[in-house]
Nanobody, 120 residues
């Protein structure tokens, strides 16, 4: 089994910063693409940022220049540094990872979500 555990959410004022972390554990042979998504109340889940195993990144237009995604391959961990936060960034943030398990099965796994609330 593979588990993704997120941490780092919370309440912050507009203009502030938060750093999210997501660690993958379990029977893992390799971790390929990793990413962050978010879902605000009444809205669909949307892409925030992704990062490949070679650290190529992709960002949603809404967060470009404010958020930075990074990863530590040795720890199977992905990070999301969020600066200049806005009230519209309020959402539950989910990480995901494309994992090849120890027995060779590929799959996409999701974390449980962490709440980010930005007050105005």
């Amino acid at each position: 089994q593979v588990q993704l555990v997120e941490s780092g959410g919370g309440l912050v004022q507009a203009g502030g910063s938060l750093r999210l972390s997501c660690a993958a554990s379990g029977s893992i042979s390799s971790v390929n693409n990793m990413g962050w998504y978010r879902q605000a109340p009444g809205k669909q889940r949307e892409l925030v940022a992704t990062i490949t195993s070679s650290s190529s990144t992709n960002y949603a237009d809404a967060v470009k220049g404010r958020f930075t995604i990074g990863r530590d391959n040795a720890k199977n961990t992905v990070y999301l540094q969020m600066n200049s936060l806005k009230p519209e960034d309020t959402a539950v943030y989910y990480c995901n990872a494309d994992v090849t398990t120890g027995w060779g099965a590929p799959g996409r796994y999701w974390g449980q979500g962490t709440q980010v609330t930005v007050s105005s």
